[in-house]
C-alpha cells in the first residue's frame, strides 16, 4: 500500500554534527595553515610515490590538493595551496634535479595552463562552500523548527516505506523496530482513519499543504488519541514528489471539547425550537372563535415569533455571530417563496452579534410583512429590493441596510408610530451610533437602518463578495 512515512525524523535530538557542519566549522590560522602543508604535503609524497618521469604531468596531484584546501578552508588557503603547488610542481618534478636553470617557454605554458585550471578550480570550490554553508542554515533553521514545534516533525518519501529505526516512534506508539518497518506503521492509525493520512492531491493543488485528523495508538494512555497531521510536499526538478514534510500535534482535548460543544449545541437548538412551537401552539389553541381582530394579532405574532426563533437558531449555530446574509435569508424564506421574482436581496457577508441578529429579524420581517399588506408585494407589479453595505473606518465598521419598495401604493407616513414601527427603528439599538429612517416617498417606502459596529482588529477596508436572490 503506497504511504508516506519513509525516513521518519521524529524529533531533531540527535547533536551530533553533520558532515556539512564539520567540513563548515570555523578554525584558528595556524590549523588551516597546518592543514595546507599537510594537504600539499601528501599530494608531494604521492607523486614521488607514482615513479612519474619528469614532463609526466608534474601538476596532476596538486589539483584535487587545491580543491580540498579551498573547500575546507576557504579561498584564501586555497590561493596559497596553488602558489605552493606550483613551487613544488616546478622545482620539484618540472626542471631536471639539481638544476638552477629556469623553466622554458613550454614548461611556462604548462605552469601557466596549471594556474588557470586551479584557479577555475578555486572558484568552483568556493562557490560549493557557500552552497554547503546554505544548506547547513536551512538544516539549523529546519532543526530548530522541529525542535521549537508544540509537535512532532518528520520527512518521508514518495512511496511511504520505512526502512531505518525512527526516533520517536516506540516511544509514542509503544511499536519497536522492525514492527513498524515498510508499511507496518499503518497499523499505528485507527482503521477508520488510514485513508485520510494519505495526501490528497486535489486539497495540495488548491491550499498547498494536505491536513486531516486521525486517530492514533498511544502507548502512553493505552488508547487511541486524536491527532492532526499538517503535510506539504517537496518537489525535484521535474515536479514529482519527492519527499513529504509534515507535522503532527495532539489535539485529542480539543477534539472532544468541540465534539461535546456541538452536542450541547444542538440539544439547545433542539429545545429552543420545541419552546416556540410550544408558545405557537399555546397561542393558537387560546383564541376565541370567530374573532378577527384575535385572527389577525396571531398571524403577526406567530411570523414574529417564528422570524425570532430562525435568528435565534442561526445565532446558536454560527456561536452566537449570526451573518447578515443569512438572518436576511432566514427571515424571508416565507416571503420569497411566494414572491421569489419580486423580492431581491443582495449585500456582502456582515457577522452580527446575536441581539442585533434578532432584532434585525424582527425588523426585517416586519417590512416584508407590512409590504405584504399595504406595499409594493400587496399588487401584482410591485416590488422590493433589501440590500446592505459594509464600510471599514477609524471608529469601526459602518453597516448600512436599505429596504427600498417600488411599483406599490403611495404609502402614508402614519400619524402616531405603531408598534410596528417600534419594533423597526428598535433593530439597531444594540449597537453605536444606531439611526433607523423612514421615507415615505411617492415612489415606496424607503427604510434605511445604518450602525457602527466596533471591529477593533480591523484597520484596512476590506472587498466582500455578494450574492443575489431573485
Request: contains cysteine.
Amino acid at each position: 500500500m503506497p504511504g508516506w512515512f519513509q525516513n521518519m525524523h521524529w524529533r531533531a535530538d540527535d547533536n551530533r554534527p553533520s558532515v556539512i557542519a564539520s567540513i563548515l566549522k570555523p578554525r584558528p590560522l595556524w590549523y588551516r595553515m597546518l592543514l595546507l602543508l599537510v594537504i600539499i604535503g601528501a599530494a608531494t609524497a604521492l607523486r614521488f610515490a607514482t615513479g612519474i618521469v619528469t614532463n609526466g604531468a608534474p601538476f596532476a596531484f596538486y589539483f584535487p590538493a587545491v580543491m580540498a584546501v579551498t573547500i575546507l578552508s576557504g579561498w584564501r588557503m586555497g590561493a596559497a595551496s596553488l602558489l605552493l603547488s606550483i613551487v613544488c610542481g616546478t622545482f620539484l618534478f618540472l626542471l631536471p634535479p639539481s638544476t638552477a636553470d629556469f623553466p622554458t617557454p613550454g614548461q611556462w605554458v604548462s605552469i601557466g595552463i596549471f594556474t588557470l585550471a586551479a584557479s577555475l578550480q578555486i572558484a568552483i570550490a568556493q562557490w560549493l562552500r557557500n552552497a554547503l554553508r546554505e544548506l547547513e542554515r536551512s538544516e539549523n533553521r529546519y532543526r530548530q523548527l522541529a525542535s521549537a514545534t508544540a509537535g512532532v516533525v518528520w520527512t518521508t518519501d514518495a512511496e511511504g516505506r520505512v526502512h531505518a529505526p525512527q526516533s520517536g516512534w516506540t516511544e509514542l506508539t509503544g511499536v519497536t523496530w522492525p514492527g513498524y518497518r515498510d508499511h507496518a506503521w499503518i497499523t499505528s492509525i485507527h482503521e477508520d482513519d488510514r485513508g485520510k493520512v494519505l495526501p490528497d492531491v486535489a486539497m495540495i493543488a488548491e491550499n498547498g499543504f494536505h491536513q486531516a485528523e486521525f486517530r492514533m495508538w498511544n502507548a502512553k494512555d493505552d488508547d487511541w488519541r486524536w491527532y492532526t497531521a499538517r503535510t506539504v510536499p517537496i518537489l525535484d526538478s521535474r515536479g514529482h514528489v519527492r519527499e513529504w514534510v509534515t507535522t503532527i500535534t495532539d489535539i485529542h482535548e480539543r477534539r472532544l471539547a468541540r465534539e461535546q460543544r456541538e452536542l450541547l449545541i444542538g440539544e439547545l437548538r433542539h429545545r429552543l425550537k420545541n419552546l416556540f412551537t410550544v408558545i405557537g401552539s399555546l397561542a393558537q389553541s387560546s383564541r376565541p372563535r370567530n374573532s378577527p381582530q384575535v385572527d389577525g394579532f396571531l398571524h403577526k405574532f406567530t411570523g414574529r415569533l417564528h422570524a425570532l426563533s430562525g435568528a435565534a437558531d442561526l445565532a446558536i449555530a454560527s456561536g452566537v455571530n449570526p451573518d447578515l446574509q443569512a438572518v436576511a435569508r432566514a427571515t424571508l424564506a416565507p416571503f420569497t417563496e411566494e414572491e421569489s421574482t419580486r423580492l431581491r436581496i443582495e449585500g456582502p457577508s456582515v457577522p452580527l452579534s446575536a441581539d442585533t441578529g434578532g432584532s434585525l429579524a424582527l425588523a426585517i420581517h416586519e417590512l416584508a410583512t407590512n409590504a405584504l399588506k399595504y406595499g409594493a408585494l400587496s399588487v401584482p407589479d410591485g416590488r422590493v429590493s433589501l440590500s446592505w453595505s459594509s464600510e471599514i473606518a477609524s471608529d469601526g465598521e459602518w453597516v448600512e441596510i436599505v429596504w427600498t419598495e417600488q411599483g406599490g401604493p403611495t404609502p402614508e407616513k402614519p400619524i402616531k408610530p405603531g408598534f410596528g414601527t417600534r419594533v423597526i427603528k428598535f433593530a439597531p439599538s444594540r449597537e453605536r451610533a444606531g439611526v433607523v429612517t423612514m421615507d415615505y416617498g411617492e415612489t415606496g417606502l424607503c427604510c434605511r437602518i445604518r450602525f457602527l459596529k466596533a471591529t477593533p482588529d480591523s484597520a484596512e477596508p476590506t472587498v466582500l463578495g455578494k450574492f443575489t436572490t431573485r
